[in-house]
Structures are given as C-alpha cells and as structure tokens.
C-alpha cells in the first residue's frame, strides 16, 4: 500500500498568515492526490483534487500544488472559518490511502 | 444538491452483523464510484471499501477484507456495507462518500453526516 505522510501535525497560526503543509507518498501517485478540511464533529469536505483543482465554492486562498511524492496545500491568508484539521489523500492505487492529518490552530 | 442519508450502525456486541445503508439523492447515482470511509474516537480518517457505479467491482482495506462487504442497488440509490465479525478496533464513525468519478480509484467529493458504529465486548 501506498504510505501517506503530513507536515506539520500541528500548526499555530494567526489570521492572515500564510500557512502551507506538506503531504508526501511513499511512491508516486502521479497528480492523483485531494486534500480534504474537516471541522470538530462534521464529515470531511473536498477542497482540492488532481493535485490543484479547486473545488467549486472553495475560497481562492486555498490551492495546491505538487506531483510525484511531494505535495503542498497552500493557505494565502488564514481567516477564521479555516482552524480545522487538513487531511491530503492518494488515489492513484484502489487501496486508498490518508495522510495522518494537520491540524491548524490559533496561535 | 447531492443529499446522502446513512441509516445503521449503533451499538453492537463484538462479532455482532450490522448493516450500514446510505440514501442518495439529486444525482445519477450509478454513475458514480462510492466510498465508505471511517473514523475511529479522535483518530484520523481510514479508508475502508469502495465499489464500481455497476457494482461490478469491490475493493477493501485488509483488515476488513472477508468480514466487511460493500454492495449497492441502483435502482434504489442506496449503497450498503454488510459489516461481520465486528470488533472492538472496527468502533468508528462510518461515512458513506459519493466518488467524483465514474471509474477507478477516486477522491470523495460528497460525503454523509456520518454513522456512530460502536462494537461493545
């Protein structure tokens, strides 16, 4: 199975900084990898898939970027609505795999 | 507006069969992969099945595989997951997910409110 890994596991942050965490795969998944945020007692919501695009209704500050083993989720401008925890997912293999996840604090 | 209504799960004794049902509503559901995907108490996200749009094709995470099958009614728009042999480890929130594509291995676009499973000893 493809392995998942995530940077930070944690991040603190103000409102208004930029924030970028990083997702690697254990091998390449080509651009086959989404990014999901999910709030405390909600079910997760796309954000990004192939790598960097953007979901319908997602604000422009989110964007993603990478290929191969390396990837990043981009915050340009953290606001309010985005203290949650990020979780990067692969689907290049039918054995889906998660990253561990990230989660965005105040700092 | 695609709307997904999960239905089972609760409280099970360990070995115990429950089935997990997910209504869907406002697409061409057998146009679509889905996904089950879970969330044991404070801990990440796991994937557990995915199945075809025909239902021709299944796939599972090991530690489910020969306990756990993922089956759907298109003329229902209803996905399902016979769940078997639970144990204490399968305890977890169950989300049904609706697949952003119509074959293969998929990213989860849409996604239930989820369903409480917790397998007593």
């Known amino acids: 199975d493809i392995q998942m890994t995530q940077s930070p596991s944690t991040l603190s942050a103000s409102i208004g900084d930029r924030v970028t965490i990083t997702c690697r795969a254990s091998?390449?998944?080509?651009?086959?990898l989404a990014w999901y945020q999910q709030k405390p007692g909600k079910a997760p919501k796309l954000l990004i898939s192939?790598?960097?695009t953007l979901e319908g209704g997602v604000p422009l500050r989110f964007s993603g970027s990478g290929s191969g083993t390396e990837f990043t989720l981009t915050i340009s401008s953290l606001q309010p609505d985005d203290f949650a925890t990020y979780y990067c997912?692969?689907?290049?293999?039918?054995?889906?795999?998660f990253g561990p996840g990230t989660k965005v604090d105040i700092k | 507006e695609v709307q997904m209504l999960e239905s089972g799960g609760g409280l099970v004794q360990s070995g115990g069969s429950p089935r997990l049902s997910c209504v869907v509503s406002g697409v061409t559901f057998s146009s679509y992969v889905m996904n089950w995907v879970r969330q044991a108490p404070g801990r990440g996200l796991e994937w557990v099945s995915s199945?075809?749009?025909?239902?021709?094709?299944?796939y599972y995470e090991d530690s489910v595989k020969g306990r756990f099958t993922i089956s759907r009614d298109n003329s229902k728009n209803t996905l399902y997951l016979q769940m078997n042999g639970l144990r204490a480890e399968d305890t977890a929130i169950y989300y049904c997910?609706?697949?952003?594509?119509?074959?293969?291995?998929?990213?989860?676009?849409?996604w239930g409110q989820g369903i409480p499973v917790t397998v007593s000893s």
């Open positions: 199945i075809s749009g025909r239902g021709d094709y299944t």
């Open positions: 997912q692969q689907y290049s293999s039918y054995s889906l795999t």
């Open positions: 997910a609706k697949g952003g594509c119509n074959g293969g291995s998929c990213f989860s676009d849409y």
């Open positions: 192939k790598a960097s």
């Open positions: 091998q390449s998944v080509s651009t086959w």
